[in-house]
Nanobody, 124 residues
Framework: QVQLVESGGGLVQAGDSLRLSCAAS????????MAWFRQAPGKEREIVAA????????YYASSVKGRFTISRDNAKNTVDLQMNSLKPEDTAVYCC?????????????????WGQGTQVTVSS
């Protein structure tokens, strides 16, 4: 079992930055792809960013490319999401997830462990 706990969400203004962190426990996540997803009210959950077990491969949704950066520290069992130039449309609950099934980074169906999420609200 993998337990994931997110932190770092909050209320910010457009153009501000936030850094989300995901702490894992129960099992080391160093062998697994990790990702950040988000879900806005009335919308489907979407993958925002993902990273391979080594950190050598990353994936970003087109809507956040160039503004968000995903990183991981396998020694600390954490995954972070640095979010810059935030926009009101980035408002959502952000969850981190682990794929313990295979090494696929961007295929959302393989992410099988989830955190509870942290709220990010961006005001205009």
């Amino acid at each position: 079992q993998v337990q994931l706990v997110e932190s770092g969400g909050g209320l910010v203004q457009a153009g501000d930055s936030l850094r989300l962190s995901c702490a894992a426990s129960g099992r080391t996540i160093s062998s697994y792809p990790m990702a950040w997803f988000r879900q806005a009210p009335g919308k489907e959950r979407e993958i925002v960013a993902a990273i391979s077990w080594s950190g050598g491969v990353t994936y970003y949704a087109s809507s956040v490319k160039g503004r968000f950066t995903i990183s991981r520290d396998n020694a600390k069992n954490t995954v972070d999401l640095q979010m810059n130039s935030l926009k009101p449309e980035d408002t959502a609950v952000y969850c981190c997830a682990a794929n313990t099934i295979n090494l696929e980074v961007a295929r959302t169906t393989f992410y099988n462990y989830w955190g509870q999420g942290t709220q990010v609200t961006v005001s205009s």
